[in-house]
């Protein structure tokens, strides 16, 4: 049996994982999908000091919490920035690190270093009376690939999640990885040619950036496939 963490990406929370987590499950593994602080059904707890150390934290306190050893950490989009910070925080619990269609950033980056575009089309989405948070992005616009999917449930975001920079990153080798791209379009190009650099296993795949959502089935299979030792190492 394995141990998986899935991390999800901005404005989301951890329902977004329902589909893969059910089938990952259903093979008998143990699947743990946390909201990150102040988004989804932590909402609630938003405030203007949530960043994206918060969220590190979470991800990494969790792990110790549970006790979790051998942990597949999986992260959607900014849930790459966190992951990377909380693997660097509990590396010895940590066996294979997931990057799915996600940020990959070095120490000192922020979620701006790598995706510059976002800075701009950040600001606009401020909430008048909180300026702190950021609505989530048209999705008709960015997402195509959601037609009829429901997303109802995003939720605005602190906006320093992306603009605090990451205090201490794995460095490459450190532990085994694998980069999910998603093609179609493509957002991350230059996080996939990094992570080969970096020697990861990198996996292109002709989808959109919400494939956690628009191919499940593809995404539970990849992370099935590391605990029978598909994992490229």
Known sequence: MSTYVLVHGSWSGGWQWQAVREQL????????????????????????????????????????????????????????????????????????????????????????????????????????DRPWLVRPVEIAQFFPELEGIDMSR????????????????????WIAATYVHATSPAFFDDSAKRAAQDGMRVVDVDAGHQLLSTHPDFVAELLLGLSRGQDGR
């Open 154 to 173: 995003l939720t605005p975001m602190p906006i320093a999640t992306h603009e605090r920079a990451l205090e201490t990153a794995v460095e490459p080798g």
């Open 25 to 128: 499950e259903q093979e008998g593994h143990r699947v743990l999908t946390p909201t990150l602080t102040g988004m989804g059904d932590r909402h609630h707890l938003a405030t203007e000091g949530v960043d994206l150390m918060t969220h590190v934290d979470d991800i990494a306190r969790l792990i110790q919490w549970e006790r979790l050893d051998d942990v597949v950490l999986v992260g959607h989009s900014y849930g790459g920035m966190v992951i990377t910070g909380a693997a660097a925080a509990v590396p010895d619990r940590i066996d294979h690190l997931v990057y799915l269609d996600a940020f990959l950033p070095r120490s000192g980056q922020c979620a701006w270093d790598i995706l510059e575009w976002q800075r701009e089309s950040f600001q606009g989405l401020r909430l008048e």
